[in-house]
């Protein structure tokens, strides 16, 4: 004869509390998936990042910013000046270096940015562009 264990909490406590992780669980899931969609859909095409969302490097001194649109694109060109004791090769190197991959965007705007460095004379180009 094999007996069941009955369970130390009582019956139907562990029923209750998987029913609520999962209900707590696809709640999370649609709290996250209406976040995703209202970012979405408020983003407009002539977004571009601002000097902020970049992360240049402290002490850097962003000279001038324009931005430039393309049919459907658009992005930002910042001229970078470096910070004392780094040369303008040496903050292209670095921007390259962190622009590898994309740059994580903030709580508030959550869409990466994509940059790009290149040299030239005592400043650098810097081309920032979302998506």
């Known amino acids: 004869m094999i007996l069941a ?4 909490a009582g019956p139907g406590v562990v029923p209750v509390v998987k029913r609520a992780a999962i209900g707590l669980g696809v709640v999370a899931l649609l709290v996250f998936w209406g976040l995703c ?3 979405e859909f ?3 095409s002539g977004d571009v990042p601002a000097a902020a969302a970049m992360r240049f490097p402290a002490g850097s001194v962003v000279v001038d910013t324009e931005k430039h649109c393309r049919a ?5 060109t910042f001229y970078v000046a ?3 004791g780094m040369t303008a090769t040496e903050l292209t190197a670095e921007i390259e270096g962190a622009g590898v991959g994309p740059i ?3 709580f508030s705007d959550p869409r990466f940015v994509y940059s790009r460095a290149t040299l030239n004379g005592l400043t650098v180009h810097v081309v920032g562009r979302y998506w």
């Open 5 to 8: 264990k009955a369970s130390p």
């Open 72 to 76: 459907d694109r658009c992005w930002s």
């Open 104 to 106: 994580l965007g903030f």
């Open 42 to 44: 408020s983003k407009t």
């Open 82 to 84: 470096p910070p004392p």
């Open 37 to 39: 969609f209202l970012f």
